[in-house]
C-alpha cells in the first residue's frame, strides 16, 4: 500500500486495503527530525487507521537534517518525504504543507499516536461540524510509560485545562499543542503559516494569529497519546 494520494491508502489489521473515493483532501503533516523510533510506531498505528468515506488522505513527512535512522523509516513506510531547510517544527509543518495537496491539514507530531482506530473519522466529521473555526484538537492522553518524561508531560499539562476528556467540547483562548491540531488550508495560508525561524512556541503564536483575526480555537473528541518515547 502507499501513503500517498492513491486510490487506496491504508490497510486495516485484516490487510484488506481501504478503497480511497474522488472527492477531498486530509493532509497529514508530521515534521521530524532524530525520530526514527517514534516514527516507526506511528507508521505501525496509521496502517490500522479507518479511512473516512469519500475523502483522499496524504501523509507527508517534512524531515529536517536527521543524524539517525529517520530517512530510511520514511522510505520503508510509503509516507511522502519532504525535506525542510529551515530549522525547527514550524518551518517543517511549512514545507509539508507547501507539498500537499489537502483542503483540511491535520499537524501530527512524529512522537504521538492516535488512540482510537477511527482518528481521521473523527478529524473529519468534526471539521464538518464546526463549519467555519480557525482550528481545533483533543486531549493529548500521557502514556504511564512516559510518566517521567518533562516533554510529555509538558504537552500533556499545557493542554489539560481545556482539552482533558473530562470538560466539555468547547471554544477557548488556551494553547492547543501541535501535537495534534487541525486547520483549513485558506485558514492557514490566509495567517501565513507557522514561524519560519520559530525553534519553540511557534504553536502558540500562530494559534495566537487565528484568535487576533476571530477565529476559534475549539476542543473536539480527538485523542492522541504523546510523546511516546525514543
Not at 489489521?13 to 521530524?32: E, K
Not at 483522499?56 to 530517512?71: G, M, P, Q, Y
Request: proline share 7%; net charge negative; aromatic share 8%.
Amino acid at each position: 500500500f502507499s501513503f500517498g494520494l492513491t486510490d487506496s491508502l491504508c490497510m486495516g489489521t485484516s490487510g484488506a486495503p481501504y478503497p480511497q473515493a474522488s472527492g477531498p483532501v486530509l493532509s497529514v503533516v508530521i515534521p521530524a527530525r532524530d525520530h526514527a523510533g517514534p516514527l516507526e510506531r506511528l507508521h505501525e498505528n496509521l496502517k490500522t487507521q479507518k479511512a473516512p468515506p469519500a475523502w483522499k488522505l496524504e501523509i507527508i513527512v517534512a524531515e529536517n537534517d536527521s543524524r539517525d535512522d529517520t530517512v530510511q523509516v520514511i522510505a520503508r513506510s510509503g509516507f511522502q518525504h519532504v525535506t525542510s531547510a529551515g530549522e525547527g517544527p514550524g518551518a517543517a509543518r511549512n514545507a509539508g504543507v507547501r507539498a500537499s495537496r489537502g483542503q483540511l491539514l491535520l499537524f501530527l507530531d512524529a512522537d504521538a499516536c492516535p488512540v482510537a482506530d477511527d482518528f481521521f473519522v473523527r478529524v473529519v466529521d468534526a471539521a464538518a461540524k464546526l463549519g467555519e473555526f480557525g482550528g481545533f484538537g483533543g486531549p493529548i492522553l500521557l502514556s504511564p510509560a512516559q510518566s517521567n518524561n518533562p516533554i510529555a508531560i509538558g504537552d500533556h499539562w499545557a493542554c489539560w485545562f481545556n482539552w482533558t476528556a473530562q470538560r466539555p467540547f468547547m471554544q477557548s483562548r488556551l494553547l492547543q499543542p501541535t501535537v495534534c491540531f487541525v486547520v483549513k488550508r485558506g485558514v492557514f495560508e490566509r495567517a501565513g503559516g507557522f514561524l519560519q525561524d520559530a525553534l519553540i512556541l511557534e504553536d502558540m503564536e500562530f494559534q495566537n494569529r487565528l484568535m487576533a483575526a476571530g477565529l476559534p480555537i475549539v476542543a473536539r473528541d480527538i485523542l492522541v497519546a504523546g510523546p511516546t518515547g525514543l
